[in-house]
């Protein structure tokens, strides 16, 4: 199993550019996360999807859109990047099959807004 | 609303000390909560996790933590810091009653191991 994996690793926008990172897990997962991470703040969550087809916000969820038309995959849309969205972006996923399971994490994808 | 503090931002021991990572915890109800470690450029890990059951959990690499009810804390130590240690580390927790189980996370403590 490859587990959760994010695409791409890096990568460097201009104000208003949009693009999309996608995060795809393999282990047959329920729910979805994705996160970013600034330095001293910890990691906070953007957006969730408790299954295919569903999404809700999180904590920080402004300047940002997501989708999961598969069960597999989640992606997350930045449709005009500012640069206060230069971050860290972590994927996760959680089965939901036994009470206090942890969340799996990707790599991240290092995003610079310039 | 539900929150995790991790006291102390930067900690640094010398090779061989003990390492004590403090974390605590808002709630009336028992979250389960977790440790990760992220090293350098790299995703988090799981360290370890408490559910129900036994309060003092043992994870990978020699950590363990132990949770106080009574104290809202639950506290990461290793008996004896490695160089390899080096990496920060994420307290977090979720709620049984949270039906999407996200996590809340505290902002992290980056440990440095002296040598």
């Known amino acids: 199993n490859a587990g959760v994996t994010q695409t791409p690793k890096f990568r460097v926008l201009k104000t208003g550019q949009s693009m999309t990172l996608l995060c795809a897990q393999d282990?047959?997962?329920?729910?979805m996360y994705w996160y970013r991470q600034d330095p001293g703040m910890g990691l906070r969550l953007i957006h969730y999807?408790?299954?295919?087809?569903?999404?809700a916000k999180g904590e920080v969820p402004d300047g940002y859109n997501v989708s999961r038309l598969k069960k597999q995959n989640f992606l997350l849309g930045l449709e005009s990047a500012a640069p206060s969205q230069t971050s860290v972006y972590f994927c996760?996923?959680?089965?939901?099959?036994?009470?206090?399971?942890?969340?799996?994490f990707g790599p991240g994808t290092r995003l610079t807004v310039l | 609303a539900q929150s995790v503090t991790q006291l102390g931002s930067h900690v640094s021991v010398s090779e061989g000390a003990l390492v004590l990572l403090r974390c605590n915890y808002s709630?009336?109800?028992?979250?389960?909560l977790f440790w990760y470690v992220q090293y350098p450029n790299q995703g988090l890990q799981l360290l370890l996790k408490?559910?129900?059951?036994?309060?003092l959990v043992k994870g990978i690499n020699g950590f363990e933590a132990e949770f106080k009810k009574s104290e809202t804390s639950f506290h990461l130590t290793k008996p004896s810091a490695h160089m390899s240690d080096a990496a920060e580390y994420f307290c977090?927790?979720?709620?049984?009653?949270?039906?999407?189980?996200?996590?809340?996370f505290g902002k992290g403590t980056k440990l440095s191991v002296i040598p």
């Open positions: 709630s009336s109800v028992p979250p389960y």
């Open positions: 977090a927790g979720t709620y049984s009653g949270a039906g999407s189980y996200q996590l809340t």
């Open positions: 996760a996923s959680i089965t939901v099959q036994r009470a206090g399971n942890e969340q799996f």
């Open positions: 999807s408790v299954g295919e087809g569903t999404t």
């Open positions: 282990m047959n997962h329920e729910y």
């Open positions: 408490y559910t129900t059951g036994a309060t």
